[in-house]
């Protein structure tokens, strides 16, 4: 382990235990999405109590969870009542304020940290981490520039043409595409940073991909990792629509490249918790490409959803150890597996007119695992739910992904 990584005693909150008072061990999360649901499903099935603090009454992790706070995010009430029922606390989104978890931080242990959140919520600091970490993880990011003042937009029009063509991408608060401009030209950067209301920004050069990976990976307390191995992910319009995950996905030097960087990424960060670090594999016109890494979420991730139904322990159950000061052990895949994400448009015919998938038909299929989030309205784009494809090979596990994929019209078939 590295020097510069802080190890915080942590004394284990034990599954199904309860305090003199008779109060149930209970796990917190800020934030009631699909991943906070997942996690709550894995933190109950090890016998915890759970609180889901989120404003929404139909949440799919407050409808599921022990206690539900309804409140904002950073209402001081809410996370005080979430601090006094629980004995350490979550996040399950990337942009929660990080000031509610520096409150919860004074009373409860908080994983991850406020400060570490902060680093992945700005892709300025989250690059200068993958920059100060080169020289250990072995992978940089695309080469970019800053753009927060005019002298800066200027700068890069006069000196940084080598950027273009470019996304020009705002720090803070883009997710699945959204808060990226395409920018071809010095003179598109100003009318594009305009669109972006000046917000802080990076301009990022366009990078030629032949693949998308990511891999998760989980810190405890003690400084303990363990990770899951690199799978690739299929984006369409900026969403990710499917995760291939079996050995052969890879070319396995870059598997392994990537699954020591995201290792030494996480602790350099001195992270507690599940952490997502996601690579392009940029055609540098080698046999296989190079690595370059993205960005990072800090929480568990859709391209992990697969390790529910394909390994030993999932990402979920990982986050709930960590959190607790359980033991982490390295998790094991059992089978292969492909993951399609289900959008709103699986709800919706051509015409935008609701319809319901013929679920018996996809059910009918071997090894199809569905997940759907308790989301009342299908919208285009939103998230609603997940189906993974497990089987004894890989190929058994693409045929029935197809055959899936064209009974419910998703996009992207051509890649499985
Ligand atoms: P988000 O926070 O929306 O996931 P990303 O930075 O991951 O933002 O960008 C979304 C997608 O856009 C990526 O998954 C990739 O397909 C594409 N993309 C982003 N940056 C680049 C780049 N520098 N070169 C080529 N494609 C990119
Ligand atoms: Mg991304």
Redesign the pocket.
Known sequence: MNADTPVISMTPILPGSADAAGQRATLGVLGGGQLGRMFVHAAQRLGYFTAVLEPDAHSPAGRVSHYHIQTAYDDPAGLAQLAQLCQAITTEFENVPAQALQTLALTRPVAPGAAVVGIAQNRIEEKAHFTACVNVSGVSC?PFAVMETLAQLQAVQDERTDLLP??L?TARL???????VSVQTAGELAAAWAELGHAACVL??????RA?LSVLVARGWDGQVVSFAAQR?V?VE?ILAVTHAYEGNLPPALATQARDAAVALVQHLGYVGVLCV?F?VVDDGSAHGSLVV??MAPRPHNSGHYTLDACDVSQFDLQVRALAGLPLPEPRQHSPAIMLNLLGEVWLDGSGQPREPDWPAVLRLPGTHLHLYGKLEARAGRKMGHLTITGPDVAGVKTVARRAAALLGLPGLDVL
């Open positions: 695309a470019g996304i991408k883009g997710y699945d595409g959204k808060g990226q990022e050069k366009r990078l030629p991909l998308e992910n984006h900026g996601e392009f993205n960005e």
